[in-house]
C-alpha cells in the first residue's frame, strides 16, 4: 500500500527491478503496471464498497500465472542461482584442468613425447571424458610439465628445511645427446620422523666448463635457487657423493677440497659402485692369464654383434642342440660388473650352440679358408679344459660381485650395511681359493667325464695355447683390491664409530656404557645435538639389540647417519633416463628436467 493509499503488489515491484541475468531464462514474466507501480486503487462510493473492490482485486492477482511466475522468480534470486551456476562452472573447469594435468604427468612418467598428449586427449574424449577446451596442445604439455616439476621440487625443498635434519648431495657429470657438458644433482634426505633418507632427484644442469670452480658455482647456485640457503647449508648439509673422477675428488682443487673450504662439516664420499668397478679392474692386472679370455669374449661380441648372418646361424645351431640362447656382451670393460655376468653366462648357457656354430662353420665351403681357419681356432679353444676352467671360475666371481654391486645400489642402502655386505664378501673370495663356486665345480665334474654339455674337451696340449686362471691367486687379487679400495684406512674411524652405535657388530652382553664415546663423535659429525635425552634413548636402544628406536630423538639421530650417501648409481640411473628423453628432436635439458623430477625418489631397479 503506497502512502497515497494506492495498492501495488511487493513482488512485482521486486521482480521488476531484477536485472535480465538474475531472471530465469525459462519463465516469461508478463507484469501489469499497475502492480508493480503502486497504481491499483478502489472502485465503489462507500468504503465497505472499496474494500470488497480491493478484497477482490488482491485474490485475483494472487492467482494469476505472472504473480506466481514472480514468486519463483523470487524464489531463485534468493538462492542464489547465478553463484552457484558460476560455483559449478569453475568446478566443472578444474575438473577438466586436473584431467589434463594427470595425463601429462603420465607422458611424463613414461618418457613419451609431448605430441602424444593431443592423441590421448582424443582418445579420452572418445570414450566420454569432458577434457574441456582447452590445454590440449604439445607446447601447453611441455609447460604445464615444467609448472608440476617446479612444485614438486618446491613443495620437497620446503619439507626439508621443515624437517631441520641433515642432507647429502649426490652429484655425477656427463654429455648428452647435443654433446652438451652437464651435471645431475640428486639429494638424499629424509622429510619425515617415521621414515628414513630417500634420494631424489633435484636438478640437471648445463655446464660451461669442466672444471672444479665451474661445477662448484653452478651446484652451489643451484641449491641457493631451490631455496637451500647459505645458512642452511652450513648447519645440515653432511655428505657429498660422486664418482672417482680427478675434477670431482682431486686432492688440490677437487670440488670435494673446495666445498670442503667452505662447509667443515662436509664428508665426501666416493661412489661403492665406482670403487667395485676399479677394485675388479686392479685385480684382472695382477692376474696376466685374464687376459686371453677377456679376448676371446671381445672376439665373440664382435663375431655376433656386427654380422647377422652369424647371428642367425648361431640361432639354428641352437635350435638344433634344443638350447638356450643369450645376447653375447664385452666383459670387463667400463660397464658394470653386471654386464660382463650377463655376457659369461651368455658363453656357459650357449655353450653347445657356439661349437656347433664354430664346427659347422671351419667346414663351410662358402667361406674362405682365412675364415674357416679362424672359426677353427674358435672351436679347438672353446673346447679347452683350460677355457672350461676360466669360464666358470669368471661366472662363480662375476655373479658374486654382480649380487654385491645390485646390493649397493639399493636406495635403503646405508653405511654400516655396506660395510658388512663388503666384508663378507672378502670372506666369501677368501674361501674360494680353496673351494670352487657351484660352476667351478660343475666344470670340474666335466672335465673328468670329458665332456660338457655334450661337446667332447681337450687337453692343455690341444688347447690352442689357452692358459687356466690360478684359482687362488684370482680370488685373492679380488679380496686384496676389494679390501684396499673398498674399506680404505682413511675411511675406518668413522665406518668403525658407526659400526659401534649402530647394531650388527653388538655382542651378546654389553658395558652400560658401550658406544657412549663414539655417540657423542658422530653427533658432532652429523650436524645432531647430543642431549641426555638422546643418552637415554640410545641405552634403550641398546637394551632392545636395535628393535626399538627408543625416542624421536634417537630415530632423528639414526635417520642423520643413514643420510650419508653409499652409492651414486642413483645419477647413473638419472643420465639412462635423460638417454631415453633425449633424442635428436629433444635435446634441450630444461624439458629433461621435467621428465626426470616426475620420477622423485629413485628406484632399485638395476643398472
Known sequence: MAKDGNLGCSVCSRVKSLGPDEVSAGIRLKLANEWTTTAIQPYGN???????????????????????????????????????????????????????????????????????????????????????????????????CEHISQQMRRKLISAIIA????????????????????????????VDDSVGPVTVFLDLLELSSLSAESIVDSLLSCLNSHGLTQSFLQDHWLGLATDGASVMLGRKAGVFVTLKAKYNQLIGWHCL??????????????????????????????????????????????????????????????RWVASSYRAVKAVWVSYSSLYGHFTSASEDVRLDSKERAQFNGLAKKLASVQFLLNLALMLDALEELKDLSEALQADDITVYRAVRMIGRQIEVFEYRKSQGGTAYSAAENAIAESSFHGVGLVHTSRGGGTVAINRAQFYQAL???????LLPEAEQPIVQAIQTVLPGTWAASLPPEYGEPQLKELCSKFGVPYSSALKQQYREYKQSKGCDMGGAVMKRFVFAVDTLPVSTAACERGFSRM??????????????VAYVCRHGRSTNEQL
Open 46 to 144: 462507500t468504503r465497505d464498497k472499496m474494500l470488497t473492490s480491493l478484497r477482490k482485486k488482491i485474490h485475483s492477482h494472487s492467482d494469476s500465472d505472472s504473480h506466481k511466475s514472480a514468486l519463483k522468480v523470487m524464489s531463485k534470486a534468493n538462492s542464489d542461482t547465478l553463484k552457484k551456476t558460476i560455483v559449478e562452472q569453475q568446478r566443472s573447469h578444474v575438473s577438466c584442468t586436473t584431467k589434463v594435468f594427470r595425463t601429462i604427468y603420465y607422458i611424463a612418467k613414461h618418457n613419451r613425447p609431448y605430441l602424444d598428449h593431443t592423441h590421448l586427449v582424443q582418445l579420452q574424449e572418445l570414450n566420454g571424458i569432458d577434457m574441456g577446451r582447452m590445454l590440449h596442445s604439445n607446447v601447453v604439455a611441455a609447460d604445464i
Open 163 to 190: 624437517a631441520g635434519l641433515p642432507i647429502s648431495v649426490l652429484i655425477d657429470e656427463s654429455t648428452s645427446l647435443s654433446h652438451k657438458s652437464c651435471l645431475i644433482v640428486y639429494i638424499r634426505c629424509s
Open 273 to 334: 659402485n665406482h670403487r667395485l668397478e676399479l677394485s675388479v679392474h686392479d685385480a684382472v692386472k695382477l692376474c696376466t692369464e685374464v687376459n686371453p679370455f677377456k679376448i676371446f669374449m671381445d672376439k665373440l661380441y664382435t663375431l655376433y654383434s656386427v654380422s647377422p648372418k652369424n647371428r642367425r646361424y648361431l640361432e639354428e645351431c641352437a635350435a638344433d642342440v634344443g638350447g638356450e640362447l643369450l645376447k653375447i656382451g664385452k666383459v670387463l670393460d667400463v
Open 479 to 485: 679380496a686384496d683390491s676389494m679390501q684396499s679400495r
Open 579 to 592: 638417454n631415453v628423453i633425449c633424442s635428436a628432436l629433444r635435446t634441450r635439458l630444461r624439458f629433461i
